[in-house]
């Protein structure tokens, strides 16, 4: 490893660090417990135990039942399987999808391989804030549509969803609901019968587990199509020898970051909100990106005019800070274009090129968000200047 000065990370939307508590939990499992949980044999014993207990832990924090979590790699894998297999585990309805135009890239680019693949998709538009809008939803709703996916809240922008609404209306239709809860679960509380949600992904290191590990809940009498095939772990439904260390990991940060969403959020929201109002007061020209009030805690989203060819030296400058932020663009070595989640929001190409997403955990401090404020206020300088 190469030496980098100490940095301070306001990127935990990207991912997060691993708790202590899930690292502990997880150690016995990568040393001594190293058994196949499959096995028939003395050694599978402890592992499956705690499997068992992860998945119990996990299926608590949702208000499901342990049978109705399955284990995967990650976000990206439980996306796929939901929107690929829902479609097809819906007899009776057709072959038309419906998913939000501001999807992580999992469910947009897992949408465009189903449109080439013989079904119909619809992306649906969101307003300004990125919100999905009802009327616009049951507008889209054919006889044939078997399947509907919105993230319950925003990688980029951080905007909430109405997700029990949408819910509710797809239930009277008698269509499946999945929803991408990657970037909620362990931050806002999440209750799938409430909510009435039937499919919902999440990840173990977007809340304090492991990297390569997640879950799909899915709702008891629903038969997915496998995704995986091969054994019969995950009840026939997910093949692959079981990530024991992962899963524990994940169950531990589950229960953990869950118990404790009503204390960060105190804490992270007050950090949010200085940040939004320190760049919003004084860096003319930014414009905030997502809800103002139904966005995550530890968002902000900013895009500022003025900069236009220069864009992409907002996170270069930041970088070069030691600030760890993310950009709401690809910077590629001669164009860029802003993402997706931005165009769908409507923010102009030359602005949107310039948007820096700030996101924040519990482990931040003021004194790091003052810091990043300052170094933001002085690139947009530097850049306007130009
Ligand atoms: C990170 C993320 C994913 C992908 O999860 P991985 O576990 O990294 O594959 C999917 N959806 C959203 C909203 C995410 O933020």
């Known amino acids: ?50 499997v068992k207990e992860a998945r119990k832990k996990i299926a608590d924090c949702l208000n499901a ?20 297999s829902g479609a097809v585990s819906n007899p009776g309805k057709g072959r038309h999808v419906i998913v939000s135009a501001i999807e992580h890239h999992a469910i947009i680019e897992s949408a465009k391989w189903m449109e080439r693949n013989g079904f119909d998709v619809t992306f649906l538009p969101v307003d300004e804030f990125g919100l999905v809008d009802l009327k616009t939803l049951e507008s889209a709703i ?3 549509t078997a399947l509907v996916s919105v993230m319950t809240a925003n990688n980029e922008i951080g905007t909430i969803e109405p997700i029990k609404e949408i819910g509710a209306l797809c239930k009277e239709k008698g269509i499946l609901f999945h929803t991408d809860a990657v970037q909620a679960f362990g931050h806002i509380h999440l209750d799938v019968k409430e909510m009435n949600i039937d499919m919902l992904s999440a990840s173990g290191h977007k809340f304090g587990g492991p990297k390569g590990v997640g879950f799909l809940y899915v709702r008891k009498g629903i038969k997915l199509e496998p995704f995986m095939h091969g054994g019969a772990q995950e009840n ?34 007050k950090l949010r909100d200085h940040c939004i109002q320190r760049i919003s007061s004084e860096i003319e020209g930014a414009k905030l990106n997502g809800h103002p009030t139904q966005r995550l805690p530890g968002n902000v989203n900013f895009s500022f005019s ?31 274009e802003p993402s997706h989640v931005i165009m769908a929001i409507g923010v102009p190409k030359e602005m949107g090129n310039s948007t820096i997403r700030v996101t924040i955990s519990r482990e931040n401090t003021v004194e790091e968000i003052d810091r990043a404020v300052d170094v933001i206020k002085e690139s947009v300088a530097r850049l306007r200047a130009l």
Request: glycine fraction near 10%.
């Open 1 to 50: 490893m190469t030496d980098i000065p100490p940095q301070i990370f306001l990127d935990n939307a990207s991912t997060t660090r691993l708790r202590k508590e899930a690292l502990d939990a997880m150690m016995p499992y990568l040393t001594e417990s190293y058994g196949n949980p499959s096995s028939s044999h003395k050694m599978a014993k402890g592992p499956r135990e705690a």
């Open 65 to 84: 039942s342990s049978s109705e979590i399955f284990f995967t790699s990650g976000g990206t894998e439980s996306d796929n399987w939901a929107l690929k």
């Open 142 to 144: 054919r006889e044939d």
């Open 236 to 269: 026939g439904e997910r093949a692959g020898t079981t990530n024991v260390p992962g899963i524990v990991g994940m169950g531990v940060a589950a229960e953990l970051s869950v118990a404790e969403i009503d204390e960060d959020t105190e804490y992270i929201q």
């Open 306 to 336: 003025g900069i236009g060819a220069m864009a992409c030296g907002i996170p270069m400058l930041m970088n070069g800070n030691g600030m760890c932020v993310s950009t709401g663009s690809a910077c590629a070595a001669s164009s860029t």
